[in-house]
């Protein structure tokens, strides 16, 4: 995940600011995919569309709502 194109749903609410891990429903470019997530910003709830930032590790991606614009504040927080 190099990119911020792939997007998908919130399968299990994901708490804010790194509180927990929640679930998400990935529609990628090669398949489906569920994977653990979470986030910097607010609480995510279920249904809400979102876009992978950044992977935390092969499992667990980090996470920000569809709405959010790219390259904003939560990028800038990853690198710090």
């Known amino acids: 995940y190099k990119s911020n194109t792939d997007t998908g ?16 429903y990935m529609s990628t470019s090669r398949i489906p995919i569920e994977l653990d997530a979470i986030t910097i910003g607010r609480e995510l709830p279920v249904g809400m569309p979102v876009r992978i930032v950044d992977m935390l590790d092969e499992h667990t991606a980090i996470v920000e709502p569809l709405d959010n614009q790219p390259g904003g504040r939560i990028n800038e927080v990853i690198k710090e």
């Open 9 to 24: 749903r919130v399968l299990k609410p994901i708490p804010p600011h790194r509180g927990g891990i929640g679930k998400v």
